[in-house]
């Protein structure tokens, strides 16, 4: 297997710097350490062309960073890039094609409007769905009401996850929002897509997370703390949302949680990152995950089991809700704060005792995902 | 090591098509036999955004196809995407996480008008050279004339790269342009970069090629004529053209041919598939990969020693000059020519006794570059 030997990401949010700016400041803490240790450069992002007139951004980044002669890749996959890249950053390192692999995810957003950017991400939907009006935010909403009808899961619960993320995001100096919010403030905010609120789905952000792969064999030489990639696998399901069978499912993400967990051998999780894209989404993913008991996720919040002292801190980071979503940054940037945590080096946020983590990086609408399981141990 | 097990094109040109239907027209062969087992799909397209006001490609063929539980990413590395996602297949393979891989490489061009695709081209150039007005075509003539002056080169040597290309061309059915091309006619046509002319330069193509790869030990299951990968490797340069001192050099190219034969342990090869975006590349690009002689590449098609009957045929299905050059696709489509070069089904293009090939994926002007060595044996 593979492991961590170095993180870093930075500020996200609303940000002045290029898109090549941003790579640089994420990747300059480990090229500091590692410059000439680097083999191969996987850069996560899913909307150089459309965000910033750039492609070919792969070789334009390694040109930046003075890695000219780094052989270097994209890899796109919407939401779900990072993960992605992850994947194929271990298939490279397993294949011997490299030694070392440094992923660098990054978007850059803030260059088009609120509405311009809904009209880009939309363009992930199926012509068919596209044109008769679903968005993402529409099947988050759909999602919900079937949820809270299905199990009597309260609003309240679904609304505590934007809670709960703010409050965790606070304490993160690289979050987007690093303002609490109350219960009240969420439910009163304005509605997006009924009956879930502005506090409830990820702002539009600027950003870049940077990992440093190898093998595990060679990972203690980089570094006496190394993070381990225990299992990381991904599932796929329909990108006709409307075809699926139960919405509740999330398919792609059962899958993968079950296959990183057979690849892994672990059973039981100190944290988890997942992709709260909408609030709604952490309770469902929690459940097909295996993290929360099916159809009492809901419950986990009302009880405060998933903040950071509870039976299961979910987002430590502040997830997407609170940290910021830069499409291909995300899934890298899940790494970074289960890296931070593995290693005791998380602040305010640190989970206590917390030696193994998951991460859950999301396409679309659950159209792929892939889980990472990483511990303290190979 | 991993093989090709089936292999499939579209026709290359301009195409009524969507996007999602070149992708299908060049897999349904592959999945009429072998739907069941595949288990990833890797996209390798640079510009569906640009092109086609469409993200999360991967996602949607895999729906599309009805392959909606089969994990997928997209690839991207500009013209050479297309050997980069071979080289991520090949890993995914030797890492276990996938056991047969579809590769489909597409992309649909002439949506937008010539001006438009090329200033769309032009997004891969730092915006440093990209501002002075430094273009991929006038690189390469920059590159001829270098090339001439320094070895005594005649003119008609480089227009010859097209007038063999075009007779190729014109036996593949799949290719662009199917006409035949006198020396006399390429030199005489419009002037794109001064000394190069039109028919010099590949046209803007739609089209979609595929191929399925497995691991070797598994490959005679799927058929008794497998085509073995015996090496592939990734090379990269400055994306900052003129920083590199010696423009005839093609680092990239000439690191990733070295890696690939080290690999592979193959030392002569009865075919090629080079990167002839212009003449002069394919010959410059021979050099490096040291098939030609130093220096001495321009005298082989003054005596025809690159011709399907020669001592080294090069681009047997028309390159990317007749054949086309819809950029995702390209790579994925030399391949499928190596594997009927090796199978023996060229028909009016075979080889005779052909065995061992290589073929070159590009990246910009040499930013990155993908050797992939196929044989008949493991």
Redesign the interface.
């Known amino acids: 297997m593979v492991a961590i030997v170095s993180a870093s990401l930075t500020q996200f949010g609303k940000r002045r710097e290029s898109l090549f700016d941003l790579a640089k400041e994420s990747s300059l803490p480990i090229l500091r350490s590692f410059r000439d240790d680097i083999d191969f450069v996987v850069v996560s992002n899913?909307?150089s062309?459309?965000f910033n007139?750039?492609?070919?951004?792969?070789?334009?980044v390694?040109?930046y960073l003075s890695l000219?002669?780094?052989?270097?890749?994209?890899?796109?996959?919407?939401s779900g890039s990072g993960g992605?890249s992850v994947?194929?950053a271990?298939?490279?390192?397993?294949?011997?094609?490299a030694r070392s692999v440094l992923v660098i995810g990054v978007e850059k957003m803030s260059t088009l409007k609120t509405r311009d950017v809904t009209s880009?991400?939309s363009?992930?939907?199926?012509p068919r769905e596209r044109s008769v009006g679903i968005s993402v935010p529409s099947l988050a909403s759909l999602m919900a009401k079937i949820y809270m009808e299905k199990y009597g899961a309260k609003r309240e619960a679904i609304a505590q996850v934007a809670v709960k993320n703010h409050r965790n995001g606070a304490k993160n100096p690289y979050a987007h929002i690093r303002k609490e919010v109350s219960l009240d403030d969420v439910l009163s905010s304005t509605v997006v897509a009924d009956p879930l609120t502005q506090f409830e789905f990820c702002p539009i952000s600027d950003g870049s997370a940077s990992i440093l792969m190898v093998r595990d064999q060679d990972a203690l030489s980089f570094t006496s703390k190394p993070v381990y990639i225990k299992g990381v696998?991904?599932?796929?399901?329909?990108?006709?949302i409307t075809d699926r069978e139960n919405l509740l499912e999330m398919?792609s993400v059962r899958?993968a949680g079950e296959k990183a967990r057979r690849m892994s051998g672990v059973t039981r999780f100190d944290f988890a990152e997942l992709h709260d894209m909408a609030t709604i989404l952490e309770i469902v993913e929690g459940e097909a995950l295996g993290l929360l008991r099916e159809g009492e996720g809901w419950k986990y919040y009302m009880e405060g089991e998933t903040d950071i002292d509870g039976e299961i801190p979910i987002n430590t980071s502040g997830g997407l809700n609170s940290k910021g979503h830069p499409i291909g940054a995300s899934g890298v940037a899940q790494l970074v704060e289960s890296f931070l945590q593995v290693r005791g080096e998380a602040g305010d946020r640190q989970v206590k005792n917390a030696r193994v983590g998951l991460s859950l990086s999301m396409?679309?609408f659950g159209?792929?995902a892939t889980v990472t399981i990483v511990g303290d141990e190979p």
């Open positions: 899913s909307y062309g459309e007139g750039v492609s070919g951004l792969n070789n334009l390694t040109t000219d002669y780094v052989p270097s890749i994209r890899v796109d996959n919407t992605s994947l194929v271990k298939s490279l390192l397993d294949s011997g094609i880009v991400i363009s992930l939907l199926p696998a991904m599932g796929s399901d329909s990108s006709h398919r899958i396409a679309g159209n792929s």
